[in-house]
């Protein structure tokens, strides 16, 4: 028999929703969530649409998780404290199975970045996960893209490309071996916001941007944002050993240089400053425009939804 939207939510959604800062969570008309003193909001939303953003038979789990990852990535970009998330779900049908496991992969997010679900929307019709996000920052602090300075040195977090190495297995274009396959697709699926970091990195990083479009496309938002150009050193790049399994150097540079869906920081530091553990210097900045990273390759703007 097909459950309403009230079951929908109570079964599934109402359970994850509480935190230190939740006043009040799922069930009346608005969350309510506290601030400290001296504290201010900062938000932002994420959607993801079946088939545009992922496959519409991944698996359900792995849909939520990545969802959530994705939204708490800007948080983390931004330096923030998490507080908690919304979600508008767009179903094509009630299907209990579904939603049992993209809940639980919703509470392993929630679990996972201290970020409860505090509210959404439930509605009927293609596939589609909405996550707004929302955290807590200094009044006088946060991670923007602006501040990068000549001399700074440019470090990303964690290694890159995976994803892009992942999808590039998902569509059949190579082959890796079963433990680096798993690797990789795990990285694909199961994306982890680097929230931690990016609360370590307030008041020490001079810029950052959490890298969801590619390294060079994002590090081109930054160097736009600062009026500085960026350099980087492609022999520096953090490279899994499941992507360097790839063997052609060139495939792997292009995949770490402009795949998506990394959500990595990356981040500008003093030039005297240490490396957070886990992260890699790739690069300085320098006078100028623009990202420079030493080869002819292509800069996409990003995934672009509404070009031809
Ligand atoms: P309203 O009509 O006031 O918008 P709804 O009927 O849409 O309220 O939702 C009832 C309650 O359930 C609200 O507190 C809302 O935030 C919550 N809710 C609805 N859908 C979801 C969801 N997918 N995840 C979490 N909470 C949800
Ligand atoms: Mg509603």
Request: glycine share 12%; proline share 5%; net charge negative.
């Amino acid at each position: 028999m097909p459950i309403s939207e009230f079951s929908v939510i109570y079964r599934y959604f109402s359970s994850l929703g509480s935190g230190d800062a939740v006043d009040l969570s799922v069930g009346d008309d608005c969350a309510i969530l506290r601030l400290q003193e001296g504290e201010r909001l900062a938000t932002s939303v994420d959607t993801m649409v079946a088939g545009v953003h992922f496959f519409p038979d991944s698996f359900p789990e792995d849909i939520g998780f990545r969802a959530v990852s994705a939204a708490a990535s800007d948080l983390a970009a931004m330096g923030a404290r998490p507080l908690g998330m919304t979600i508008a779900l767009t179903l094509p049908e009630a299907d209990e199975l579904w939603l049992n496991a993209f809940s639980q992969g919703l509470a392993t997010a929630v679990t996972q970045y201290q970020l409860p679900l505090v509210g959404g929307d439930t509605t009927h019709g293609p596939l589609a996960v909405c996550v707004q996000v929302m955290g807590a920052l200094p009044m006088n602090q946060a991670l923007l893209r602006g501040g990068a300075s000549v001399g700074d040195r440019v470090y990303v977090s964690g290694t890159l490309g995976d994803a892009a190495g992942a999808l590039a297995f998902l569509q059949e274009q190579w082959q890796p071996e079963p433990d680096h396959a798993e690797f990789l697709l795990n990285r694909f699926n199961r994306p982890l916001a680097r929230l931690e970091l990016g609360c370590g990195l307030l008041g020490l990083a001079s810029a950052a941007i959490d890298i969801s479009d590619g390294l060079l496309a994002d590090a081109g938002h930054v160097a736009a944002a600062s009026g500085v150009r960026i350099c980087i050193d492609t022999d520096l790049l953090p490279l899994s050993e499941a992507l360097r399994s790839r063997g052609c150097k060139e495939t792997i540079l292009r995949w770490a240089l402009t795949g998506g869906d990394d959500y990595e920081l990356c981040f500008f530091l003093p030039a005297d400053a240490a490396a957070p553990p886990g992260c890699t210097s790739i690069g300085h900045v320098e006078a100028g425009a623009g990202v420079d990273c030493g080869m002819e390759i292509d800069i996409p703007a990003g995934y672009q939804h509404f070009s031809d």
